[in-house]
């Protein structure tokens, strides 16, 4: 894979030989996780009301090609415009869509890979350099490229909650694990002071991580690595779920109402915690940083380990920051994606052991903050000083908000394509089928 971190760099020829090789990967991908390894009759299913059936996601990306690669930058009249309303996302919430006279999976895939040809075919008349937001430096398309990405990664997370026979196997090789320390490996200080948040010429981002803009934030420690399952396993043993102390009262009446008391997927056996991995039932593997914990479990966490959710502020600050150099990293080791220091795109179906990835470490040698869990912060979504949609509310804007909180940092299941270190993710506090988890912070002068 080419660096994302240097697309500004290609001249326009070369930018789209490298646009459609990662539209080439992105389709293997997703084809790999539907049409390639489930029967009909798994596409059209409905897992969970929180997802849509993946014979949907399926088309829809196809639909989201078409709508911006050939109506919008190549001026291509619409192919199927009666299709548009069935596979926008805010017409019709993930509930419904079981209901919606859908296209099966046969004439989905005809569909997206008619799209696909169509796309390859107009891009060498597309000009990047026109002077329209949309095209120049070829933004659209690493929007497309990026956008297919994280429906395969929401496919994992169907993949994750269906029941019956394994559909998915482990890589046959493990991602690369280069010891860094031992779990529990501690905190680090951050020292007060502005740093550069966002960003404002990164050819790859959204409009919700811009514009680059000075935050000035005060000295905090923050965890080296995310919480293990064995640390988080200690919290459940103290009685945590059992404690209103422990809880934001928001979190209490979920976790009243809920009945849960365990993380998403694991279940007591005899003495000791298993959980249930892509069809699989295994041991909870102690040194793995903790998956599937909504917010309010997070919060609770924290609290009760004396700390709490860093700042989003906070976290982009440890994993972006350089105060040598007095410049803002696209990754926490630098401006270029290298192999090898971060879980990242599938390399295996589950976190990595703490003290992995010890190459990747920001600055202020905090480690894993790109990939293996989508780390909650405690901030709720909004947008930057200065913010300006684009290209479309849709994306961002409309779920601005207290509703939401932000997520940082992507997961084993998040392509490196569609992952930095200004990335924002976000989703509602109770949500527990996304690949997410988290560290603790605490500011300067507090005990532990």
């Not at 926008?88 to 079981?98: I, S, T």
Request: aromatic fraction near 12%.
């Amino acid at each position: 894979m080419s660096s994302p971190g240097t697309a500004a760099g290609h001249d326009e020829e070369a930018l789209k030989e490298l646009i459609a090789d990662e539209l080439g990967a992105v389709r293997g991908r997703s084809l790999g996780l539907t049409t390639d390894v489930l029967a009909e009759a798994d596409l059209t299913a409905q897992v969970s009301p929180l997802m849509s059936p993946l014979v949907w996601d399926l088309a829809h990306i196809g639909n989201y090609e078409e709508l911006w690669l050939l109506r919008a930058a190549a001026g291509i009249e619409p192919m199927r415009p009666e299709i548009d309303g069935l596979y926008d996302a805010f017409e019709h919430p993930r509930a419904e869509r079981p209901s919606l006279p859908l296209l099966p999976p046969g004439e989905a895939r005809s569909y997206i890979e008619t799209v696909r040809a169509k796309v390859l075919d107009t891009l060498p008349s597309v000009r990047f350099d026109s002077g329209d937001p949309l095209t120049d430096g070829g933004f659209v398309y690493t929007m497309v490229v990026q956008h297919e990405h994280m429906h395969d990664e929401t496919m994992l997370a169907t993949h994750q909650l269906r029941k019956g026979a394994p559909a998915l196997l482990d890589p046959p090789a493990e991602p690369l694990q280069i010891p860094g320390g031992p779990t529990g490996a501690g905190e680090v200080l951050v020292e007060a002071g502005p740093f550069q948040m966002g960003t404002s010429d990164d050819p790859w981002a959204y409009d919700n991580e811009r514009p680059v803009h000075l935050v000035d934030v005060a000295a905090f420690y923050i965890d080296v690595e995310p919480v293990t399952n064995a640390e988080y396993a200690a919290f459940i043993e103290a009685g945590g779920y059992d404690d209103p102390r422990w809880w934001d009262p928001a979190g209490w009446d979920w976790r009243n109402s809920s009945g849960k008391r365990a993380p998403a997927f694991w279940t007591r056996d005899g003495g000791q915690w298993v959980r249930r991995r892509f069809g699989r039932v295994e041991p909870v593997p102690p040194g793995e940083a903790v998956q599937h914990v909504c917010w309010y479990e997070a919060d609770a966490y924290a609290r009760w380990a004396g700390k709490r959710l860093p700042t989003e502020a906070e976290w982009e600050k440890a994993a972006r920051w350089d105060p040598v150099t007095e410049h803002s990293r696209r990754y926490p080791w630098g401006e270029v994606y290298e192999e090898g220091r971060a879980n990242l795109g599938q390399q295996a179906l589950h976190p990595s052991e703490s003290g992995s990835y010890s190459s990747g470490a920001s600055a202020y040698g905090v480690r894993r903050l790109l990939g293996d869990v989508w780390e909650w912060t405690s901030s709720d979504f909004h947008g930057y000083p200065g913010f300006r949609s684009f290209p479309y509310k849709e994306y961002s804007e409309v779920f601005f908000g207290p509703e939401y909180k932000v997520l940082r940092g992507g997961s084993w299941a998040t392509h490196p394509l569609a992952i930095r270190g200004s990335f924002r993710n976000w989703d509602y506090p109770i949500r527990r089928q996304i690949f997410s988890g988290f560290r603790c912070a605490r500011s300067a002068g507090e005990g532990t």
